[in-house]
Antibody
Framework: EVHLVESGGGLVQPGGSLRLSCAAS????????MSWVRQAPGKGLEWVSV???????YYADSVKGRFTISRHNSENTLLLQMNSLRADDTAVYYC????????????WGQGTLVTVSS | DIQMIQSPSSLSASVGDRVTITCRPS??????LNWYQQKPGKAPKLLIY???SLQSGVPSRFSGSGSGTDFTLTISSLQPEDFATYYC??????????FGPGTKVDIK
């Protein structure tokens, strides 16, 4: 059975850094398209980043140059390094696994809350 | 970038009602349109993929239709557990998958 469990969220000051983790079970992270999607309080869903099985990575313009997506293959974990955090990065961050074609997210974690505030 | 417009932004309905939500992308996306349901404090759940394919385990009262720039999610007979927010998502412009702003369905 597929499970995704995020961790690493918390309160951080503007300009600070945080690293999110998404522990996967039931499949291998390295063999799938894995994404981060976030949701600001009371707002809709925003796609953040994706890493493909061939290691290509892509980012939303709003986080490009500040966030880095990666994998820790031996631990079967997806990572999101977030630097230069801003107040508008405050959100619940979900990791999600795309289907084999890469066109929709069939599996989601429960989310981890990141709050950027002084 | 492809913009997604959903309507209505919210609606009130009763158990047993037929509910229709519309999603209109800013350009032709073929059938690369997915629908998700999200309940408060929970992760989104995939309902429909590729415009009209029902995800495994999703009740048959949910259906999707449309192509190009006009898509519809229909709930044939609203059940108490269906009160939630519904999002459309385009997967045409990979790798960036844009979501619609959501439609909140609540109890009349």
């Amino acid at each position: 059975e597929v499970h995704l469990v995020e961790s690493g969220g918390g309160l951080v000051q503007p300009g600070g850094s945080l690293r999110l983790s998404c522990a996967a079970s039931g499949f291998t992270v390295s063999g799938n398209y894995m994404s981060w999607v976030r949701q600001a309080p009371g707002k809709g869903l925003e796609w953040v980043s994706v890493i493909y099985s061939d290691d290509r990575t892509y980012y939303a313009d709003s986080v490009k140059g500040r966030f880095t997506i990666s994998r820790h293959n031996s631990e079967n974990t997806l990572l999101l390094q977030m630097n230069s955090l801003r107040a508008d990065d405050t959100a619940v961050y979900y990791c999600a696994r795309a289907d084999s074609s890469g066109y929709y997210y069939g599996y989601w974690g429960q989310g981890t809350l990141v709050t950027v505030s002084s | 970038d492809i913009q997604m417009i959903q309507s209505p932004s919210s609606l009130s309905a009763s158990v047993g009602d037929r509910v229709t939500i519309t999603c209109r992308p800013s350009q032709n996306i073929g059938s690369y349109l997915n629908w998700y349901q999200q309940k408060p404090g929970k992760a989104p759940k995939l309902l429909i993929y590729a415009a009209s394919s029902l995800q495994s385990g999703v009740p048959s009262r949910f259906s999707g239709s449309g192509s190009g720039t006009d898509f519809t999610l229909t709930i044939s007979s609203l059940q108490p557990e269906d009160f939630a927010t519904y999002y459309c998502q385009q997967s045409y412009s990979t790798p960036i998958f844009t979501f619609g702003p959501g439609t909140k369905v609540d109890i009349k």
